[in-house]
């Protein structure tokens, strides 16, 4: 079986700096991949470099099937079969929830537009918000927003998302909203690549994980191993971390009696 | 006085409304062209080309640094001296009016796309839009709130400039006040109604810019 996206000995600068580092990762058509990694570690980039926001300099990427180092990729071709999802929603502040998510149908694909618009219709009912269809980006909440966000992209029906931090900005209680959608997503089969810092997440919704620090992949696993046991120091430092909270010492007594 | 004062008036009215007609074409038609000038020149700006920004940067400070009565005087003497090429004077009025209010517009226009979060253009190359339909739907309509009264601004400063016309002898609303006050003498009462002929051609505009600002405000 052939992987639906292949690094290899990929390499990315910024200027004089290399920011990623002969990558070599190959992702099955289904498959959940969860990239971890310390910020400024490339893991963005990456994304980044899947639908041409970012120039690759070497090595080779493919995606299903076709090199998308060639000179003649045609990016707006590949940018309709992967789907991105940012940290800041993004969304289109002039333009009405359901304009949002049919502008890329319907100018892109020029698709039916009554066809078009029960998918939107649809998926909308999907992730909750059918009754915001004609609202603006600002009435809404950032959760709200994100999910509009995730439903603009899918209704392009991509093979691949990405999702770059998509919780990131947003208040906790809103993050739980929005990653039970791309957990649904991940149930139904879709590809995902997931940039996140939700660790509880990444371990509920991985089929592996990779590990990344500075512009190299050190490790990748499924989550059971690479949760309980990192194979490399740097992972294992890196865990620590998010494990310091709920770890810290207790306030003594002590101090209260003073 | 005053009334013989009105009867001037009433009986220059055809002559003036002669000149006003010459003043309001060649302003509203610097005004359509620096438009779509500006746009094309803001848009250009954008695309992050080399090549593109150096020629554009020239053309901007060019007509940033030279005064339009020297742009006036040079293309309009200018050319048929070097280049055996002569423009009428309303043509020449239009043209460097336009030249010069496509810079300012376009500098406008420029930062305005340029004030945009970088967000919004990767969201819409995201879902696979061109660069026309970038700009076009996504880009250009939200700058457009952006560079409205900035730009409105420009329009009122083009119809004011355009009284520099009379240099190159075109018979614009001023140069015809100017007959009238050679032979009439009545400096204060033409004056005044020029004044006025202004007052009310921009004053307008920068009110429309005001409830445009109001109204996007809440929307």
Same mark, same amino acid.
């Given at each position: 079986?052939?992987?639906?996206?292949?690094?290899?000995? /990929?390499?990315?600068?910024?200027?004089?700096?290399?920011?990623?580092?002969?990558?070599?990762?190959?992702?099955?058509?289904?498959?959940?991949?969860?990239?971890?990694?310390?910020?400024?570690?490339?893991?963005?980039?990456? &994304?980044?470099?899947?639908?041409?926001?970012?120039?690759?300099h070497s090595g080779s990427l493919r995606f299903a099937g076709k090199?998308?180092?060639?000179?003649?990729?045609?990016?707006?071709?590949?940018?309709?079969?992967?789907?991105?999802?940012? +940290?800041?929603?993004?969304?289109?502040?002039?333009?009405?929830?359901?304009?949002?998510?049919?502008?890329?149908?319907?100018?892109?694909?020029?698709?039916?537009?009554?066809?078009?618009?029960?998918?939107?219709?649809?998926?909308?009912?999907?992730?909750?918000?059918?009754?915001?269809?004609?609202?603006?980006?600002?009435?809404?909440?950032?959760?709200?927003?994100?999910?509009?966000?995730?439903?603009?992209?899918?209704?392009?029906?991509?093979?691949?998302?990405?999702?770059?931090?998509?919780? !990131?900005?947003?208040?906790?209680?809103?993050?739980?909203?929005?990653?039970?959608?791309?957990?649904?997503?991940?149930?139904?089969?879709?590809? &995902?690549?997931?940039?996140?810092?939700?660790?509880? /997440?990444?371990? !509920?919704?991985?089929?592996?994980?990779? /590990?990344?620090?500075?512009?190299?992949?050190?490790? +990748?696993?499924?989550?059971?191993? /690479?949760?309980?046991?990192?194979?490399?120091?740097?992972? +294992?430092?890196?865990?620590?971390?998010?494990?310091?909270?709920?770890?810290?010492?207790?306030?003594?007594?002590?101090?209260?009696?003073? | 006085?005053?009334?013989?004062?009105?009867?001037?008036?009433?009986?220059?009215?055809?002559?003036?409304?002669?000149?006003?007609?010459?003043?309001?074409?060649?302003?509203?038609?610097?005004?359509?062209?620096?438009?779509?000038?500006?746009?094309?020149?803001?848009?250009?700006?954008?695309?992050?080309?080399?090549?593109?920004?150096?020629?554009?940067?020239?053309?901007?400070?060019?007509?940033?640094?030279?005064?339009?009565?020297?742009?006036?005087?040079?293309?309009?003497?200018?050319? #048929?001296?070097?280049?055996?090429?002569?423009? #009428?004077?309303?043509?020449?009025?239009?043209?460097?009016?336009?030249?010069?209010?496509?810079?300012?517009?376009?500098?406008?226009?420029?930062?305005?796309?340029?004030?945009? #979060?970088?967000?919004?253009?990767?969201?819409?190359?995201?879902?696979?839009?061109?660069?026309?339909?970038?700009?076009?739907?996504?880009?250009? #309509?939200?700058a457009l709130k952006r560079m409205t009264p900035p730009t409105i601004?420009?329009?009122?400063?083009?119809?004011?400039?355009?009284?520099?016309?009379?240099?190159?002898?075109?018979?614009?609303?001023?140069?015809?006040?100017?007959?009238?006050?050679?032979?009439?003498?009545?400096?204060?009462?033409?004056?005044?109604?020029?004044?006025?002929?202004?007052?009310?051609?921009?004053?307008?505009?920068?009110?429309?810019?005001?409830?445009?600002?109001?109204?996007?405000?809440?929307?």
């Amino acid at each position: 079986m052939s992987a639906l996206i292949e690094f290899q000995g /990929f390499n990315k600068y910024f200027g004089d700096q290399q920011v990623l580092k002969g990558i070599d990762l190959s992702v099955q058509s289904g498959e959940v991949v969860v990239i971890l990694g310390p910020s400024g570690c490339g893991k963005s980039t990456l &994304l980044r470099c899947l639908n041409g926001l970012e120039v690759a300099h070497s090595g080779s990427l493919r995606f299903a099937g076709k090199e998308l180092l060639d000179k003649a990729t045609d990016w707006r071709q590949v940018r309709q079969d992967v789907g991105m999802v940012f +940290q800041s929603y993004h969304l289109f502040p002039h333009m009405s929830v359901l304009d949002n998510i049919l502008l890329g149908p319907l100018k892109v694909q020029k698709r039916e537009p009554r066809e078009a618009r029960a998918q939107a219709e649809k998926l909308l009912e999907r992730v909750g918000l059918s009754d915001k269809r004609d609202a603006y980006p600002r009435q809404l909440s950032g959760g709200q927003q994100q999910r509009i966000a995730i439903v603009r992209s899918l209704c392009m029906n991509p093979q691949v998302m990405l999702f770059d931090e998509v919780t !990131a900005a947003l208040d906790p209680e809103m993050v739980k909203e929005v990653l039970e959608v791309i957990q649904g997503l991940a149930r139904d089969g879709m590809t &995902l690549l997931i940039v996140t810092h939700e660790m509880a /997440f990444a371990r !509920a919704v991985a089929d592996r994980v990779v /590990f990344m620090e500075a512009g190299r992949i050190l490790e +990748q696993n499924t989550p059971e191993a /690479f949760f309980t046991n990192p194979q490399t120091a740097r992972a +294992q430092q890196f865990l620590e971390k998010f494990s310091f909270v709920s770890t810290l010492p207790k306030r003594t007594k002590e101090l209260e009696l003073l | 006085m005053a009334s013989s004062g009105l009867e001037l008036l009433w009986v220059s009215l055809p002559q003036l409304g002669k000149g006003a007609a010459q003043t309001l074409s060649i302003s509203f038609l610097s005004i359509a062209f620096s438009t779509v000038g500006g746009v094309v020149y803001g848009v250009l700006r954008t695309l992050n080309s080399k090549a593109l920004n150096l020629v554009l940067r020239i053309y901007l400070e060019l007509f940033r640094a030279i005064p339009v009565l020297v742009w006036l005087y040079l293309l309009f003497f200018g050319l #048929p001296i070097f280049f055996g090429l002569s423009i #009428p004077s309303f043509w020449c009025a239009v043209l460097v009016l336009s030249l010069w209010g496509a810079s300012e517009v376009g500098e406008v226009v420029r930062g305005a796309l340029h004030s945009l #979060p970088r967000g919004q253009r990767e969201a819409g190359l995201s879902i696979g839009l061109s660069d026309p339909q970038l700009y076009g739907y996504v880009l250009l #309509p939200q700058a457009l709130k952006r560079m409205t009264p900035p730009t409105i601004n420009v329009y009122t400063r083009i119809i004011k400039t355009s009284s520099l016309a009379v240099l190159i002898g075109v018979v614009d609303v001023i140069k015809v006040g100017q007959q009238i006050i050679e032979r009439t003498y009545e400096s204060v009462l033409i004056y005044g109604a020029l004044f006025l002929f202004f007052f009310f051609i921009c004053y307008p505009l920068s009110a429309a810019s005001k409830v445009l600002e109001r109204r996007w405000a809440q929307a």
